[in-house]
């Protein structure tokens, strides 16, 4: 008989109810003391003010119950581990994420209980780090817990999200204590910043006794309200604590904990009361014994203060638990009733039988009445009222029946007596199956009933349904019918996977009936999953495309990709099409805008064919435009178009961006940041003169195309301002002529040309006079009716186009108009024109005159004759030609120009020079010493030129070698000295004139001969000259004319002794210190430079010479041609007063030409 186990004790009729608390952490109780009582010591009173709670409340017994293993993570692929660690150390907890499907970095917290994030109280005992594996594609998270506090322990949990995922894993913290450790716990420090203490008046409560007598679902209330953290570990300690064992007050003496006697047998139950007076009841298994007189089971007899209850022959009935109340006070015990053995006289006897027979086990024991237990295989057998199973007893005969035995009847029984055993073998064997109608294999098409029947016999046999090995449970769709000898499965709407192989076994038979059901599904894709607007697929090109359809049939549909004629076979290397279970896909590779277009899809099986199609659409970035035209450019900007790329990248045209740069630079400038959508743009300050390129992007929602071929190059060129100062120069009956100046501005592309254009008056329409530009700034328009008045306009013509016409405000008569003649005589003509003999002359005397003047030429008062000199006229000038001047041309010309009465006249003098002759006659005066004297009489023939100087040589008679002693002598007598002693001379003389020396020298017809015998040479005196005298100008300043931007100078020489102070003055104003101006003075000449003259440095200058005998001057009058614009002489700073001084000068200029 297995020993007695205590029982709960009982009050009051129901089991009492006691709190049981979790054990604490093992640093809060050392092992080695756990048989001594510390903790009541222990104080923990805090004040009412809450920190923070861990959540929902548990019961102490639930903290102890397994945690369900939470599913597999998704995210996690290592979570942290619960870990120990003793006060004061460190470690580490570990998470780790594998981003290899992840986009981003997933966002992970760490919490405290449930709600406390860790985050907001990192520092000095807690840090957070995260690092990324680039090689495995790991993300690590870790928390270090540094010098870990006891307040530290508990639960903590990592949440990782990432995106709609999450996951979580909740790990706990145990600090162990060191011995040295004291025992008081500050629960309220945990993970708190730490405060300068304050004193509070607040009265401290008690935790231990407010967890101790309140219910389980307070405790998270209670652990919130007084600031408790670590609620687990404070339950764990608390039930730890040893019960202190409260002295009774009804008893002086309990009840033994548990009592045993024999059946048959009697036993007393005493207790000793501290007060006797107290009322006693007495209770089994909480039913209260009361006393009867006609029963002497239960005695109750009183000896002082014991009380006792005797319980007589006792029975199995008796074996209870009896508790005695005193007051309020109880004590319990158990009765624990031992039987005597019963054995068994009659053993079973071994049966074998078929099933659906009646199975009677029997057997014979001592004892009449006693108990048996029936076991099979080791297992007691069930005797319920809906047991199979039933058990008589007869006396000492005791049967087990079983009414209708089936296979699983089969086995060992048993029957157990207390003091014997006995056991035999049942062998249920089945009856002979027979099949009268088998299973039959059956098509069905999808969504129509399947019924399977078969009949077999014995009828009573029940079976199982498989279908491919699978037992199939009857439900709302399955109906499984046995009705005798028929078994049917019907199916209401089968599916797909109905179908299979159909099994049915009779139960406890190894034959079995099979029947297959093929379940056919016309073919179908599925296009409503694609979830795609008009089943269009839109992709950037580049990217990978993987478009998985939904499709279904029984069996299994052969699906054939198609786009247009062309088949997508499996084995494609870019494009492939893929068929697997229920799905079929197209993949391309790298998407290119090829792969636009219609794709078919056709699916086909013996219940049907079905097709699709779905229209794939790759964007793409644009394609590059067309090189852009520039059809009009200006001084700084230019007019470009572009035509439209002619594949927009299956996305619209948002518009374009533009660049430029210049030819010869490889860096182009975007002009416009805003998207342009029209196909021109006017590009805009550009530098004049200088070739640019333009080219174009195309841009969509994609991105940006290629940039476009640059277009040609151009060059942005202004025209030109229009012409000035455009007057008349003459009129005839029938012509008129214009003069103009050039344009002001003309720019980088030049001047190719004007263009004169007149009018009549009276009509609109300019008639071009020239059909081809002309170059120089002067044009007769011929060809007009006299008597008719027009209108004259010139524009300027240059590559950019012609400029803004200048046009002749009045209307311009075309009648000649008689004007008289006047010869305009060069400056160089008005003096004597030289020329040597042999060279050519060639002279041009301008005049003028209306009509065309009549011109004669006169040589001293005689006609001249053409053959000798060649005279040509025009209507504005004569020309005189002498191909080789000859000394006879010299001579005086006058020149006549007559127009009807009026005449004018002019005498140019031409003097043809040529070389001198000799010397008439060269004399030797006197010889003394080493000098000679020598005089001669100029030339006959001086080469109709003035004699400049004269040519001495000398030649020793031994070699006659000439040497010459001196050159360019003025006078006809010389002194020739250091001639030496001893040697005899020859003088020879040769004249000179601008054109050189004479051919040949007129000798001495003596020699010289130095004597060499001394002589004396006696040396008059002089007196000595007075060499002072007041500055005088030897060459004056001669008028000027200078070009605007070349440098000027102005000369003269002056003499005077001592050295004169040279001063220079501009409209009598003297020259200082003005960069524009350099003054130099040599050897008496003087010379002024200027540099770069502007129209307003044109003026009078004068040179003035001072030294202490006097002063003189000379003026001159410098003009500078090729002025400025007004504009111009502003944008140079010259004065007002000096640009209107200038302006005036120029008209007056002007009006005298």
Not at 72 to 99: H, Y
Not at 215 to 237: C, H, N, Q, S, V
Not at 610 to 628: G, L
Not at 712 to 729: G, Q, W
């Amino acid at each position: 008989m297995p020993e007695p186990t205590k029982k709960d004790e009982m009050s009051n009729g129901q089991p009492e109810e006691t709190v049981a608390p979790e054990t604490v952490s093992s640093e809060s109780v050392p092992s080695e003391s756990k048989d001594a009582l510390p903790i009541p010591e222990i104080s923990l009173k805090v004040s009412p003010p809450p920190v923070w709670s861990l959540g929902d409340g548990q019961a102490p017994e639930e903290l102890e119950k397994p945690i369900d293993t939470p599913p597999l993570s998704t995210l996690l692929i290592e979570k942290p581990q619960s870990g120990t660690v003793p006060v004061g150390g460190d470690i580490t907890f570990v998470a780790k994420v594998e981003a290899k499907d992840l986009l981003r970095k997933p966002t992970i917290k760490w919490f405290k209980g449930k709600w406390m994030d860790l985050a907001s109280k990192t520092g000095k005992h807690l840090q957070l780090k995260e690092t990324f594996d680039r090689l495995t594609k790991v993300h690590t998270f870790e928390m270090h817990i540094i010098k870990a506090k006891e307040n530290y322990a508990g639960n903590y949990r990592c949440e990782v999200t990432y995106k709609d995922k999450f996951d979580s894993c909740s790990f706990d913290l145990e600090i162990k204590e060191t011995e040295q450790s004291s025992q008081n716990i500050d629960i309220r420090s945990a993970f708190k910043r730490r405060e300068p203490k304050q004193q509070d008046d607040t009265p401290e409560v008690d935790v231990w006794e407010i967890l101790k007598n309140a219910r389980p679902d307070e405790y998270e209330k209670i652990a919130f309200m007084y600031g408790i953290t670590d609620l687990r570990g404070l339950l764990r300690r608390m039930k730890k604590i040893p019960k202190e064992e409260k002295k009774s007050e009804a008893f002086a003496k309990k009840l033994e904990p548990a009592y045993q006697v024999d059946k048959g047998g009697k036993i007393r139950l005493v207790v000793d009361l501290a007060d006797p007076t107290v009322d006693l009841k007495w209770y089994k298994n909480g039913q209260e014994i009361r006393p009867t007189p006609n029963q002497r089971k239960y005695i109750f007899e009183h000896k002082g203060t014991q009380r006792i209850m005797v319980i007589n022959n006792c029975t199995m009935n008796d074996d209870a638990a009896y508790s005695v109340a005193a007051g309020d006070e109880k004590c319990t015990t158990e009765l624990f009733v031992k039987e005597l053995p019963v054995k068994i006289i009659k053993s079973l006897d071994p049966v074998k039988t078929t099933v659906n027979e009646r199975i009677e086990l029997e057997c014979e024991v001592s004892e009449e009445g006693a108990q048996v237990k029936w076991m099979k295989n080791g297992v007691e057998v069930p005797t319920g009222v809906r047991s199979r199973y039933r058990v008589k007893c007869e006396g000492t005969k005791h049967y087990l029946v079983i009414d209708d035995a089936s296979r699983e009847d089969t086995g060992t029984y048993s029957v157990m007596a207390s003091g014997g055993t006995s056991e035999c073998h049942v062998q249920v064997d089945l009856k002979p199956l027979k099949i009268f109608q088998d299973l039959q294999d059956i098509t069905v098409r999808l969504g129509q009933p399947i019924k399977l029947h078969c009949e077999i016999y014995p009828g009573n046999v029940p079976g199982r349904w498989y279908r491919n090995g699978q037992l199939i449970q009857p439900n709302d769709r399955i109906n499984i019918i046995h009705r005798n000898k028929i078994h049917r499965l019907e199916i209401e709407s089968c599916s797909l996977h109905d179908a299979g192989d159909y099994t049915f076994v009779p139960e406890g038979y190894s034959q079995s009936l099979s029947a297959k059901v093929h379940i056919i599904d016309p073919p179908k894709v599925h296009l409503d999953s694609l979830n795609f607007p008009d089943n269009t697929v839109v992709i950037v090109a580049g990217n990978k495309l993987r478009l998985e359809i939904p499709i279904s049939g029984e069996p299994a549909p052969r699906v054939v990709w198609m786009k247009g004629e062309r088949v997508i076979l499996e084995s494609g290397h870019r494009v492939r099409a893929e068929t697997y279970g229920d799905q079929t896909s197209l993949t391309i590779d790298v998407t290119e805008r090829d792969d636009t277009g219609n794709y078919k899809i056709v699916l086909q099986n013996e219940a049907g064919e079905a097709t699709a199609s779905v229209k794939i659409k790759v964007v793409d970035i644009p394609d590059a435009p067309d090189a852009p035209l520039v059809p009009v450019v200006g001084g700084d900007w230019c007019s470009m178009t572009w035509e439209a790329p002619k594949y927009d990248g299956s996305s619209p045209i948002l518009g374009y961006f533009i660049e430029r740069k210049k030819k010869q630079s490889s860096r182009w400038m975007r002009l416009n940041f805003d998207l342009i959508k029209e196909t021109c743009f006017e590009p805009k300050k550009m530098i004049e003169g200088v070739p640019y390129e333009v080219r174009v992007f195309a841009v969509n929602a994609i991105g940006i195309s290629k940039p476009s071929e640059p277009s040609k190059a151009f060059i942005p060129l202004a025209v030109t301002s229009e012409p000035t100062m455009l007057v008349v120069d003459d009129v005839t009956d029938n012509s008129v002529t214009l003069k103009w100046r050039p344009p002001e501005t003309i720019g980088a592309a030049g001047l190719d040309g004007y263009l004169v254009e007149y009018c009549l008056e009276g009509t609109d329409e300019w008639i071009a006079a020239n059909s081809e530009l002309i170059e120089k700034t002067k044009y007769t328009i011929t060809g007009l009716k006299p008597e008719s008045k027009i209108l004259v306009r010139v524009k300027a013509i240059n590559k950019a186009g012609a400029s803004a016409p200048k046009t002749i405000q009045h209307s311009i008569l075309v009648k000649e108009v008689i004007e008289p003649p006047k010869i305009r005589v060069p400056r160089h003509l008005k003096q004597t024109y030289t020329r040597r003999v042999g060279e050519a002359v060639n002279l041009v005397v301008p005049f003028m005159g209306k009509p065309r003047p009549k011109v004669t030429w006169l040589k001293e008062g005689k006609p001249i004759e053409p053959t000798h000199v060649s005279i040509r006229n025009t209507d504005s000038d004569s020309i005189i030609f002498i191909r080789k001047a000859e000394r006879s041309h010299s001579g005086k010309y006058d020149m006549k120009v007559q127009v009807e009465n009026h005449v004018d006249t002019a005498i140019i003098d031409i003097q043809i020079v040529d070389l001198p002759g000799p010397p008439q006659s060269v004399i030797i005066e006197d010889v003394w010493g080493g000098n000679v004297a020598l005089m001669w009489t100029p030339p006959k023939d001086n080469g109709n030129a003035p004699i400049t100087g004269y040519t001495i040589q000398k030649a020793d008679t031994k070699t006659m070698e000439w040497y010459t002693c001196i050159e360019h002598y003025h006078r006809t007598c010389i002194t020739i000295t250091e001639l030496v002693v001893g040697n005899e001379y020859y003088f020879r003389v040769f004249s000179e004139n601008m054109c050189g020396l004479s051919e040949s020298a007129t000798q001495t017809k003596k020699s010289a001969l130095i004597m060499k015998e001394g002589m004396q040479l006696k040396i008059p005196e002089y007196s000595d000259r007075d060499f002072k005298e007041a500055p005088k100008f030897t060459q004056p300043l001669i008028n000027t004319f200078a070009i605007a931007g070349y440098n000027a100078t102005l000369n003269c020489s002056v003499r005077a002794n001592p050295r004169p102070k040279v001063i220079w003055m501009k409209n009598k104003i003297t020259i200082l210190d003005d960069p524009r101006y350099r003054m130099f003075s040599n050897q008496g000449v003087c010379t002024l430079e200027i540099r770069k003259p502007s129209p307003y440095d044109g003026g009078m200058y004068t040179c003035k010479a001072i030294n202490d005998l006097g002063e003189a001057q000379v003026d001159c009058k410098l003009e500078v041609k090729g002025g400025f614009t007004f504009y111009e002489l502003m944008h140079r700073g010259v004065p007002l007063h000096l640009i209107d001084k200038y302006m005036n000068e120029a008209k007056i200029v002007e009006q005298e030409k």
